[in-house]
C-alpha cells in the first residue's frame, strides 16, 4: 500500500545559470521546483483514465547586475514569469477506446 502512495507522488527540480561577461546583462539564475499527484483511485472511480494534480513554482534571482554604462537596458523585464506559482490539473477521460485530455492552467 505504501510503495503504491509513493508512486503516485513525482518531485522534479531544475534550474539554470545565466553569466555574461563585461557585465553586459545581469549574471541571474533560474529555478523551478514542482509535485504532482496522480489521483488513481478517484480516476477509477469516475471512469477517467487518469487524473493528477501538479503544483510548480519558478523563480529569478539576480546574482550581480549588469554595467548601466555598457547597455541600454536590462533583461529582468523580458524574464517572463519571475516568482510564479502554476496549478494544473489534469485529467484523461476514455471514451470507446479513445483517450481526451483535460488541462487546465492558472
Same mark, same amino acid.
Given at each position: 500500500m505504501l510503495k503504491g502512495?509513493?508512486?503516485?507522488?513525482? /518531485?522534479?527540480?531544475?534550474?539554470?545559470y545565466q553569466q555574461t561577461y563585461d557585465g553586459k546583462d545581469a549574471d541571474f539564475i533560474r529555478y523551478s521546483a514542482g509535485l504532482s499527484y496522480h489521483f488513481n483511485s478517484l480516476a477509477e472511480a469516475i471512469g477517467f483514465a487518469e487524473t493528477k494534480l501538479s503544483v510548480q513554482w519558478s523563480g529569478?534571482?539576480? /546574482?550581480?547586475?549588469?554595467d548601466v554604462n555598457k547597455i541600454?537596458?536590462?533583461?529582468?523585464?523580458?524574464?517572463?514569469?519571475?516568482?510564479?506559482?502554476l496549478v494544473k490539473p489534469y485529467s484523461n477521460k476514455t471514451t470507446n477506446g479513445v483517450i481526451t485530455p483535460w488541462v487546465y492552467a492558472m
Open positions: 502512495v509513493i508512486d503516485q507522488w513525482k /518531485l522534479y527540480v531544475g534550474a539554470i529569478d534571482e539576480t /546574482l550581480d547586475y549588469e541600454g537596458y536590462s533583461s529582468r523585464k523580458a524574464r517572463l514569469f519571475r516568482n510564479t506559482v
